[in-house]
């Protein structure tokens, strides 16, 4: 049996004003902006990197959110990385600093209140 070849396209938001949170998100993620009929695609800032699809909402927005983005920094940037992505246009919605030995971040929303989280990883000793 062959080992699955899947890898990760893009990930895909609806949103109320694509062009806007498309801007805000390749700023992050240090991206460009490809627009055609209302949607905008980031392309991977680097190999292996990541890609986003924005595109206009087509229903009511969801009470919840069920899935969101894990993004890592290296250990002893995260605060300064927070501190960029609210110049951006992020908020910061809470931190999670001392529950876990192996990882410390901080749950922040984008533009249109999409929840992510920032996170640093120590170095193994």
């Known amino acids: 049996m062959s ?3 899947i890898t990760l396209g893009a990930i895909n938001s609806e949103a109320t004003d694509p062009e806007a949170l498309a801007r805000f998100w390749a700023a992050v993620i240090g991206s460009s902006q490809e627009s055609a009929g209302g949607s905008v695609y980031l392309p991977p800032a680097q190999p292996g ?3 986003m699809f924005f595109q206009p909402f087509n229903g009511p927005r969801p009470d919840r959110q069920t899935m969101h983005l894990d993004l ?4 002893g940037e995260r605060r300064m990385e927070v501190a960029r992505l609210e110049k951006l246009g992020a908020t910061t919605r809470w931190h999670v600093l001392d ?4 990882v410390q971040w901080t749950t922040m929303a984008d533009p249109e209140g999409n929840l ?3 996170a640093e990883h120590p170095p193994k000793s």
């Open 3 to 5: 080992s699955p070849r």
């Open 49 to 51: 990197g990541l890609a």
């Open 72 to 75: 890592t920094v290296p250990w």
């Open 99 to 102: 529950e876990y030995p192996h």
């Open 116 to 118: 992510f989280c920032l």
